[in-house]
């Protein structure tokens, strides 16, 4: 084990090696940012200095906190500090300053000027050594840039521990992802750390940036939820504990964070990061909570909308409870905090935090009396924050709160006073909130009277009014507790009256009543004060049985819900204890009934309890009536003194309360309801049993006249009681009650309905305020007197409705009509006509054009309504007639208001708006749909309207209204107005005519109506239609003159259903409409306009036809014009409507006749276009097949009929003939283009295809018609024969008509076809064909059989035939049936293939004939393969000659000779054995010439390169040897393809191969490098320079290739004779000895460069050339000059790549051979060659290769020598090369060895004559000292 004073020592032993060993220094140096590691060696520090101080300057520019540094780690000192000199203090101070720039410079390490700062810090200080693990961190952001790779390969090899994973990317020199980094930081919390301490010292010291915060947020965020994921556990307490101990690891770190208050995206980071932590934890309430307190501690205002929605989450994962004082405190500190948590809870759930924040401040509030949370609270809840159970917890706790809240911490009451002003909003708000707030009450059980009482203010929600539940308690006002106290009150008011007090219920109470109410609601709170204020002198209670004051002001109280249920509920008890009295039991207290009854249906169960109790008293008393006539109370002034009070006798009011009231007294109190279900159910029932449910105790039985007795009892009170909370609740009931013994309610309560009519608006508003009543609650109760059949009661409204002061009630109007509505259904016929007629009136009533309430509610209702028939035909005939108006309408006005039409239609359509909407507008209480009456009805608004009489304007209102009235009735129910309707279409056309204006809205409704009546005549035939009205001409007129579209479907549409009725009424008048189709509604791309069309078109033609078909006339013929109309109307159809309507029409008229005529028409009228074609060719295929013969029949026999004497139908269909106007010819021509067309359509394919293979009677009828139709054709070809154009397009039909047929059957009909004299239909027939077999699949076994049997009938016409065409058809049938079907049957093939290589086909002089040929042979050669051989010998020749004879003449069509390439292409892959040694060599010759002349190049290339892999391979380099000099004479290109194919067949054939055709190989490379001196010897000029150095090179390059595929034993002697060979010529013929040395040395170089050492002893063969070479040179000839320079290069390259096992060139012999003929190369200085590039090379490769000391002093000195030449150039060549060697070898010891012996050379060379001698010689001197490593002065001096 290494111990630490070990460990030491080697630390201590590494940095004195590292001292002085200088390559370590120099590799540290060169570790750079910047540049590369070469460069940055070289550089010193004063460069690099002023290089990185740039880039800093640049940074001070761009932010002013780095120039402190341009004195310190930038300073001009820095240049000589070194930190391995420096003290261990001076070292931590400098760690401080650089990661101090370190984290400045990080947020700039995008730009240069960053970079090349860090550059010197890294240079200079080496902070990728000492300061590697900030360095990192500063660069880690950027991970993913170029620049982090360049960090890691100038780190250190050993990584800081936390940024050891950075291993293999520092190998591998790549970027990491950041999944890794992510992995690192989940699973190494030390990774975290060091990042996370990193960003917050960054924050901490200012120096952070967007792109730190990002990287650490995101890291963070992925790891800490990677951390809770893997630490995730199925048993709890692991879990937490898991939890908590990652939070004692990320809690310190996002505690900083959150308070970072200056850093806002730091802590923004830091809200996403808790988040997460929260949301994927499990954590108990306690630790959220402290990191909400955390959050809000640290926030600032532009981080406080992040930190509430972090808040939000992080309360929604805490349980529900109130919020920390701390985290209330900041919240109370934020302004409009609700709006915030709104706009956050669109995307957040912010419910639990608000709700905790809430009951936080309503606990403050309680805890300390601070009420100033209460406003934010009641903002929480109005704006909907809060789910329903979370506002009942609220608003629960403000009850609490009301209730704990004392005077111990609100002494002043102020606390209570918010809080009491909160509840009552918040129990008056409407929606959920005061819902939430009843139901609270409800549910809690509060004693809310007390609450009540104790805040001085009603705080119950008038929502709860509404409600059903028996608990619900109502009050609407806030009643204000006077500040006097009871005790001064009760003296103030403690005095007797002066005069006697009225009645409380009075019009108008007593003045005293307000002081009493106030000094009442004082002393609810206490008994005892209740007590005392009933002995107060001003309430009279000892007068109580005589007089009406005291009884009253408590009725009034307790039926008021002004007043708080408390003390509603103390007004009835007090009466009750009244009662008890003995001067009460004689007195008949009747009057008080009816308010009881009220008090019983109180919201509040507890008034409810007391009234109940008050009833019991009541009945005690009745109990105690003894027969005696009794007093009874308040009979004469109750109301007013002038009145008397209805009243019952004593036993029927006993009866009543003993019978009816008493027995439900509990179930009234607990549902306010039941009295009203009660007192219903007695007045509607004579027994009890209607009550209770059951019939046996028949003590109960009301008579009829006690029944009588009560109701009017009940009607007195409610018609005469001022408080209208009374009447209300009694009307409740008795409205439901119809009558009784006769009498009904109408009759009783009328006059409370003439009252309250009668009441001045100003009265009703006042009253419905004081008593908090809706209007129109009151309205409609007072409407429910009303009863269906009581003339009375509808006289007195309707009469009511029409006074002009009810446009000021509109919600009384409305009302009156709803009970109109209501009742309609319940009335009689005659009550029913009566109330319309009169409804119909009002309507029509305000001549002004001014629209009342009233008028648009009777309209309303009108519509609304379900009118009868006879009502419908009353208003009906009650229009007036066009002819009486006329009388009234003088012709110039007409004219006049004509004109003013006219002017007012050429306005722009905003003007037209304008003027049409200039009548004055309705009031604002018009219901929409009296809104929708006036829009309806703007035809005689405007200019218009202002110049027509009255009486006209009124009959056109009444028309419109009327009409809208029927047709809003369902007019199909009422079939019997359909000739009323008729009749007011006809008097809207005289309307036409009389105001010059269409009306086209009326004549909309009219035929809406009639429309909707169709079904009705179609469904019941009892139904007729009048015939003799003329209802079709006027449907025409409609059509016709209207200038609206709607009027002109309606009409369209009404004519198509009256042709299915009564078809005699339209058929007459049909072509008008379907011209006028033609021109408008066809061309309308709406969805209603096709739904017009199709009716049309689908109800009346089908009629029509089948009139047409009754006469003597064609049906097409007669129906043309419909036909032409449609085609007429093509082009303007929308094109997505153009199918479905064309298709609908032909279906409609019988497709089998006039599915011809309309694409005949169709291409007549528009040509033979793509969109015409395409459209003819989709309605085609919509039909079957069988119609589409039937129709094609007919399109010939059309086209016939053109050429006929006699035109019949073409004259009408197409116009042929019509004053020769048009040309037939063209006609039928643009007809006969549409017949291929149609031919081809794939559905007649794919059905004629299917059922040609059945034998049912369908296919049979299929055959039949396709053979009349062929016949057909073909005697239309034979008639057009004189017309070419037109005979060429029947052939293009016949041969689409073959072409629908299977193969089979097809070539049955061919076999008949071929004998016909017509050779273009043979030929075209034949072509098909060949189409035919290009569509047929391989596996079709049918269609293979069929094609074989036919092969010797194509062979035939290949040999008989004389047609060229045709003979050419034939051949590419024979080629393509082959190449699909004949491996099937390859016997039948190869006669075929035959007859197309015999003298009938391929010997033929037609070259086109001749290629069809070869190609089909080729085919053949790869079908039948051996079973062709025998054809062979005759086609080869045939095509080599045709080749041969292509090239000779120069024949510009290449196609011949690629059509013989494919053939002979062909054998090569599949006979190659079939091509001979003759062959081939005739082959190569004629692909030579072709070369040359480019004939045919990529199919001869192939042909070539298919041969050199697939011949034997001494038969092809026999060929290529015997093919070389025709090559080369050939020119450059053919040369190039030879040597090319050679490398395919080198590349082809094995090494074994190979080796076996070494020698003939041989024989060829060396023509091929003897081609230099070759032409050099002939004047050929084909081939320049730069085509023989192309040349060399590629046969340099297949030698190679060659080469690679020998071994050692069978290339050796190649290589010995090819160097024998190089120097066999004579030494006489120099010229060209030396060329094929140059072409060899050229080889010599490829060949040592490329296999390098494993030739080196390859070149004992070459020195004797070489040093031959450099002997004799004569550099004064330039191609000895290129000689001289081959043989440098290729010593060397072979110097290059000796190494030290071989040791070649360190044998004597070899160096002794080559190393002085390379001295004395640089006596050739002198006469000015340059040396350096050739020469100096190969003596440094030499002097490297050889690595002897001796050889090095031999080679020196022989140096040395030409430095005391007289020549300056042979000694700066010398001294040149002597620094070459010494850069090379310089550190070698040997070799420095040798500096002695140089010395004095040195010193003579400093003073050399020559100024650039002695220039180079200092360099020298220079490189020595480098290498040396010291200074040369000493020893030169």
Known sequence: MTTALAAQLAQINSNIKEAVDLKAQKAAHSKSLIFEPRIAATQNFQTLYSICREGFDDLCRL????????????????????????????????????????????????????????????????????????????????????????????????????????????????????????????????????????????????????????????IMLEAVTGMLDMMRSGRRSVQKSNDQALLHQIGPVLSEALVMDKVSDLQIAAYMITVAYVSHGDLDDAVITALMDQVVEGWTPSTVRPGLVCLSILAHHRSAKQTSRKTTKALLKISGLSDMLVVIGKEHTVEKLAYGFCVALVDRLVRKGEANGLPIV????????????????????????????????????????????????????????????????????????????????????????????????????????????????????????????DSCLSSSPPDIFTDLCSLYLTACNSPENLTAFETVASLQSSQATNGTFFFTFFMRIWCSPRYPALARRSALQMVKERLKSADCTTIDFQAMVPYCIAALSDPSKKVRRAAADLVAVIDALCEQHDGRTRITWGLEKLYNATESTERMSTETARKMLQNVVVPSLEECVLNADHIHAVVQNALNSSSRASVDGSGKDRKGHLSHGTRLSVFAFLAAHVIQTPLIIVKLRLLKAMNQVKGVSGTTRTELLLPLLQWWVSLPTETIDSICIAEDIEQSTMDEAVMDILLPNERAGLDFLLEVVQKPEMNSRPAFVRAAFGRIKKMWSSMKLDAKHNVAEKLLELTLEDPSGDVSAVSAEAADLLKNVELTTDILLVFLESLESAAKLAVEFPSTKRRRLSS??????????????????????????????????????????????TQLPLKVIQALKQVTFILQIVEGSEPAKHPQLLNALFNTLSELQHFRALLGSEHGYLQKLVLDSLLAMMPAYENDKSLKIDGSGGYGDLLVTCIQKSSSPAVQKTALLLVARLANVAPDLVLNSVMPIFTFMGSSVLRQSDDYSAHVINQTVEQVVPPLIASLRKGKRSPVAGASEILLSFVTAFEHIPSHRRLGLFVSLVKTAGAEDFLFALLAMLVNKYGFTGEVLRFAGEVFNYFEVEVQFQSLIKHVSLIGDIFQSKRTLSTVLLGAGEDNKQDPQKIALSQLNMLPHLLSSRKLTAHVSTLAERDDMDAAKIRELYASLLKDILSLAETLKPYKALHSRCGDAVSKMLNLLSIGEFIKSVETLLDRPDAVVRRK?????????????????????????????????????????????????????????????????????????????????????????????????????????????????????????????????????????????????????????????????????????????????????????????????????????IATESGFTATKEYLDILGVAIDKHTKLTIAKNGQLLSTIFRAAFDLRREQCTKSNESFTPGHLSRIEDTTNAVALRMIFKLNDASFRPIFSQLMDWAVALPESDSTGRNLRLLSVFNFLIAFFDSLKAAVTSYASYVIEAAVGVLRTANLRNQEQVELWKKVLHTLSKCFEHDNDDIKFWQAPAHFGAVAPALTAQFAHAAAGVDLYQDLFPAVVELAAAADSRDHWKELNGALLKHLRSEHAAVRLAAVKCEQALWERLGGADEWQDMLPETGPYLSELQEDDDEEVERETHRWIVVIEGKMGTQLDGMLQ
């Open 63 to 218: 932010d002013a906190h780095f120039v402190s540094f341009g004195t310190t780690i930038f300073s001009e000192q820095s240049r000589d500090e070194d930190r391995s000199q420096m003290t261990q203090d001076e070292n931590a101070e400098l760690d401080k300053k650089i990661e101090s720039f370190l984290r400045l410079v990080g947020s700039r390490l995008r730009l240069s000027p960053a970079i090349k700062a860090l550059e010197w810090l890294i240079r200079r200080f080496r902070i990728h050594q000492y300061n590697t693990a900030m360095l990192i961190a500063t660069f880690l952001p950027y991970h993913s840039l170029p620049a982090f790779t360049t960090l890691l390969d100038i780190l250190p090899s050993t990584l800081p521990a936390e940024f050891r994973f950075l291993d293999p990317y520092k190998r591998s020199l790549t970027q990491p992802p950041r999944s890794v980094l992510v992995h690192r930081a989940t699973h190494h919390p030390e990774f975290m750390s060091v990042i996370s301490q990193y960003t917050l010292q960054s924050c901490r010291s200012q120096q952070h940036y967007p792109v730190l915060i990002s990287f650490w947020a995101s």
């Open 900 to 945: 003013s039409e006219n002017m007012q239609t050429d306005l722009p359509p905003s003007k037209r708006r304008r003027s049409s909407s200039s009548a004055s507008k309705p009031t604002e209480s018009l219901s929409p749909s009296h809104k929708q009456n006036r829009t309806s009805s703007l035809e005689v608004d405007g200019p218009v309207a």
């Open 1325 to 1525: 027939v034949l072509r098909a064909l060949q189409d035919r077999i290009d569509q047929e699949r391989q596996a079709n076994a049918a269609a293979r059989s069929a094609l074989l049997a036919f092969l010797p009938q194509l062979t035939a016409i290949i040999r008989a035939s004389d047609d060229m065409p045709y003979k050419h058809i034939a051949v590419e049938c024979v080629d393509k049936i082959a190449e699909k079907f004949g491996k099937k049957d390859p016997e039948a093939v190869t006669a075929a293939a035959e007859t197309i290589a015999g003298d009938q086909c391929l010997g033929q002089s037609d070259v086109r004939l001749r290629i069809m040929a070869l190609c089909c042979l080729a085919s053949l050669v790869d079908v039948l393969q051996d079973g062709i051989v025998q054809i062979l010998p005759i086609a080869i020749p045939k095509c080599l000659a045709y080749m041969k004879e292509s090239v000779e003449n120069g024949s510009a069509d290449a196609e011949l000779p690629k059509a013989s390439y494919a053939l002979m292409t062909a054998l090569a892959q599949h006979l190659p054995y079939m091509v001979s040694k003759s062959y081939l060599t005739q082959l190569l010759a004629i692909s030579s010439a072709s070369a040359e002349h480019n004939v045919a190049g990529e199919a001869r290339i192939e042909c070539l390169q298919s041969l050199a892999k697939q011949l034997d391979a001494k038969l092809m380099f026999s060929a290529l040897e015997a093919n070389w000099s």
């Open 378 to 501: 009641e903002s929480v809840i109005s704006k909907q924050i809060l789910s329903e159970q979370q506002l009942g917890f609220v608003v629960k706790s403000l009850i609490l709160a009301a209730h704990k809240t004392e005077d111990d911490v609100d002494d002043e009451g102020r606390a209570r006073k918010a809080l009491a002003s909160t509840i009552v909003r918040l129990s008056q708000a409407a929606g959920d909130t005061g819902r939430v707030f009843a139901k609270t009450i409800e549910d809690t059980g509060f004693d809310v009277e007390e609450l009540e009482m104790k805040l001085g203010t009603a705080i119950r929600p008038k929502l709860i009014a509404s409600q059903t539940q028996p608990e619900a308690m109502d009050e609407d006002l806030e009643i204000a507790i006077t500040t006097e106290d009871f005790s001064s009150g009760f003296e103030r008011l403690n005095n007797p009256p002066e005069t006697h007090l």
